[in-house]
Structures are given as structure tokens and as C-alpha cells.
């Protein structure tokens, strides 16, 4: 079965310092990776996802990720994080002819002023 | 336009009784998926529908989680003899297939508090 692990369970920052959120997946024929964000009650919006072409994947917010087939890895970064930033990150993936999204524990990113 | 809807909000029962819980996809969405999010922990998957059907059902923990989607669009996820461990938040999501399709939305959710 697929997992995924979500290295850090928080990381804190300060405004305006670059941020990675770490993502590892276990190994499959086929996935289709997924980052999405969860603020304070309310519910998980979509950052961004990869299903093929580029590794580099750019998606809303500033955030970008990195698809690595030989690390299994889908790595999250910003360059430069704001204060708004500050929610819950879930990495999650998608076997190929399944619909059913594995995600990670999660990754509380604090940013601090 | 309007997002995945969940009724209610918050629901607090007692051990051993019945819960429904209620879901109000995107309008056209054919996919439809329930999950379960316990404290500190990511969602975990329930079920899957595809229209009227549920084509997946492996996550339901066991035969008290039961749900229906009887006219495709609305669905309900009916909990008997609840359990202190049923407490969490239950999270619906809806997909347009063909589009993206591989885009799960996903509403507020359902916080259920068993006492």
C-alpha cells in the first residue's frame, strides 16, 4: 500500500526566509503527487500537483515543488514566506487508476514576524 | 461559484447513538469521496463514489460506517453505535471527471465529538 512521510511535523520560520516543507512517498509503477494547504478551520485547498511532464512544478501562493522519481521524494519550497503562510501543509499521492489520495501526517509551518 | 458544502458543522453525540452526516458536492461533480481526519493526523480515505455507486469502499473502518449518494449528487455518511474513536472530523471532497479530474475539492468538513 502506499504511504507517505511528512519529515517534519512543524517548522517555524521567520517572515521573508525561504521555506521547504520535505515529502517522501513509497516507491510505485505510477503516482500522481499532490501538496495541499489547510489554514486555521477551514478545509484543504490545493497548492499544486504533479501527474507528468516537468519535475518542476509551480503552484499557487508562491510555492513550487520538485518532483525526484530516484529520492521518491515531492519536496515543497518558497523563496520567501509571509505571515499568511502560516497553516498546515499536507503532502499526499494518488496510485495511477486509483482515487484514492494517501496523504501524510502534516507539516505545521509557523511563520513568525 | 459554490464550493463543497458539509452540514452539520459540529456535531456532539453520546456513545451508542446514530449520527448522519451530510455532504453537498460542486454542482456536476460525478466523483464523490469521504474522509476521515482523527487529531494530528492527515485525512485518511473512506469511500469513493462515481455517481450513484460506490465504486471504493476499503477505507470504512467497519460495518457501523455505512454512506449513500441514492440520486448522485448529495451524499450522507451514517455512523450506528457511535464510538468514543469515532471522533474527528470528517472531511467530503467532489471531482469533475474528465477535467483535471485528479483534483479533489474539498469542503470545511464535519467535526464529530463523541462523549
Known amino acids: 500500500a502506499q504511504s507517505v512521510t511528512q519529515l517534519d511535523s512543524q517548522v517555524p520560520v521567520f517572515e521573508e526566509a525561504p521555506v521547504e516543507l520535505r515529502c517522501n512517498y513509497s516507491?510505485?509503477?505510477?503516482?500522481?503527487l499532490f501538496w495541499y494547504v489547510q489554514y486555521p478551520n477551514q478545509g484543504l485547498q490545493l497548492l499544486l500537483k504533479?501527474?507528468?511532464?516537468?519535475?518542476l512544478v509551480k503552484g499557487i501562493n508562491g510555492f513550487e515543488a520538485e518532483f525526484n522519481k530516484s529520492q521518491t521524494s515531492f519536496h515543497l519550497r518558497k523563496p520567501s514566506v509571509h505571515i499568511s503562510d502560516t497553516a498546515e501543509y499536507f503532502c499526499?499521492?494518488?496510485?495511477?487508476?486509483?482515487?484514492?489520495?494517501?496523504f501524510g501526517k502534516g507539516t505545521k509551518l509557523t511563520v513568525n514576524p | 461559484g459554490a464550493g463543497v458544502s458539509q452540514t452539520p458543522s459540529n456535531k456532539v453525540t453520546e456513545k451508542g447513538k446514530y449520527v448522519e452526516l451530510r455532504c453537498d458536492p460542486i454542482?456536476?461533480?460525478?466523483?464523490l469521496y469521504w474522509y476521515r481526519q482523527s487529531l494530528g493526523q492527515g485525512p485518511e480515505f473512506l469511500i469513493y463514489?462515481?455517481?450513484?455507486?460506490?465504486?471504493?469502499d476499503s477505507g470504512l473502518p467497519n460495518d457501523r460506517f455505512f454512506a449513500v449518494r441514492p440520486e448522485g449528487s448529495v451524499s450522507t455518511l451514517k455512523i450506528q453505535r457511535t464510538e468514543r474513536g469515532d471522533s474527528a472530523v470528517y472531511l467530503c471532497?467532489?471531482?469533475?471527471?474528465?477535467?483535471?479530474?485528479?483534483?479533489?475539492?474539498f469542503g470545511p468538513g464535519t467535526r464529530l465529538t463523541v462523549t
Open positions: 471532497a467532489s471531482s469533475l471527471e474528465g477535467q483535471g479530474y485528479y483534483e479533489q475539492y
Open positions: 516507491s510505485s509503477v505510477s503516482v500522481y
Open positions: 504533479y501527474l507528468s511532464g516537468s519535475t
Open positions: 499526499a499521492v494518488l496510485q495511477g487508476g486509483s482515487e484514492k489520495l494517501v
Open positions: 454542482s456536476g461533480h460525478t466523483a
Open positions: 463514489f462515481q455517481g450513484t455507486g460506490a465504486a471504493d
